[in-house]
């Protein structure tokens, strides 16, 4: 479990000794800008770029202490790297390429420049890795807690642009990974504090646990799948990524594009790991997976014309197919049986009342 937020040992750099301006400096220093777009970074009284030919997609997402995140158990480096993250999602999912982002936060005395720093760490890590430039953000004090606050900007040509309408009834549910690892993450992670809480010599035991931490604290976007349908030639109809749970993002696209959905059970895709965990903790992997949320992985229609492209690919699995808007969107089971998806899963419920 990290301690290391607190200001409890003298190596460690109170904010105040530093000043808003020399925090900034220190957090902001190293940041190469590498795309073209990116014209002025940080350092003036705002960032500037440039697209040219094509459109801006923009994107914000804040992360609450206490609310998404709890640092007795995320490392500040995963926390900067999944804030960023979970922003470029958003960016791929509207079919985009992410160029530039901004960060702003909100932090108190209780934490160091050191802890800032490491938080950093993490932001340069994506910028790194996902070839996103850092131009701006804003830093201020807040009373308590965490807040990070990131913005993301990105290009795309408008004949490219993917919403979440436009799926049309025979089109192919697609959905990019597996689902549910980054939810049965947090419940491991959660489990082991408990046990930290009540036993402070208990050390957290997770081993062979990897795939699903990762899933949690250290997730990555889909940046490669834009490229793969690019290079098969397949435009989605309609995308939206996963971070709310299957369920919830299938109802956005349905409304939006004003169609129902049929999702089949046995094709929803589950990592071995999630399966063995759900076991222990007496879950079932599909209410994992509608529910669960955090998996950052795409979710699209495509035109059924395009199965045969996308068909085999191991990064793609078909889980369903869309249908009129009168039949709603339904979950499928195993035996055949027809219930129908609502927002925080599927609704057992609703079933018995019809
Ligand atoms: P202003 O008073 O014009 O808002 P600031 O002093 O807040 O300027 O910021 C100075 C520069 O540093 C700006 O370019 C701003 O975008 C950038 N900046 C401020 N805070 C952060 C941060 N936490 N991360 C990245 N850049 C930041
Ligand atoms: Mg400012």
Redesign the pocket.
């Known amino acids: 479990m990290n301690e290391n937020q607190e200001n409890t040992n003298e190596e460690f750099t109170p904010l105040s000794e530093l000043g ?2 020399g ?2 400096d220190k ?2 220093q190293d ?1 190469p800008l590498r795309n073209a777009s990116s014209i002025k ?7 500037v770029i440039e697209m040219l030919d094509k459109q801006t997609v923009v994107t914000t997402d804040m992360l609450v202490e206490g609310v998404h995140f709890d640092l007795t158990y995320v490392p500040p480096q995963h926390l900067g790297y999944k804030a960023v993250v979970v922003n470029l999602s958003d960016i791929y999912a509207m079919n985009g390429r992410p160029t530039q982002i ?4 909100a932090v108190s005395n209780r934490f160091s420049a050191e802890f800032i720093e490491k938080i ?1 760490e993490g932001i340069r890590a994506a910028c790194n890795i996902y070839e996103v430039d ?6 201020t004090s807040s009373y308590s807690g965490l807040i990070i606050s990131i913005t993301a900007i990105g290009q795309v040509d408008e004949k490219d642009i993917v919403y979440r309408k436009g799926a049309k009834a025979t089109d192919l549910l697609v959905v990019s990974g597996d689902l549910g690892g980054a939810y049965m993450g947090l419940q491991l992670l959660e489990r082991e504090k408990s046990v930290y809480e009540a036993d402070r010599n208990m050390q957290p035991n997770l081993e062979g646990y990897e795939y699903v931490l990762q899933r949690q604290l250290k997730p990555e976007a889909r940046k490669d799948v834009p490229e793969i349908l690019a290079a098969l030639e397949v435009k989605p109809t309609s995308m939206i990524d996963v971070s709310d749970g299957l369920s919830s993002e299938i109802l956005h696209l349905c409304r939006q594009s004003g169609v129902g959905m049929r999702l089949h059970e046995d094709k929803i895709p589950i990592d071995p790991s999630v399966y063995k965990l759900c076991e222990e903790f007496n879950l079932t992997t599909t209410t994992v997976a509608l529910s669960g949320g955090e998996d950052y992985e795409l979710l699209f229609t495509i035109d059924l014309q395009d199965y045969e492209k996308i068909k085999g690919n191991p990064n793609f699995t078909v889980i369903g197919h869309v249908v009129d808007k009168e039949e709603g969107a339904n979950l499928f089971t195993r035996d055949d049986q027809a219930i129908r998806l609502t927002a925080q899963g599927w609704d057992a419920m609703l079933r018995a009342d019809e």
Do not use: K, M, P, Q
Not at 134 to 139: H, Q
């Open positions: 808003e301006f925090l900034i957090l902001t940041f970074g940080v350092g003036d009284d705002a960032a901004t960060v702003s936060l950093y850092l131009v701006g953000g804003d830093t």
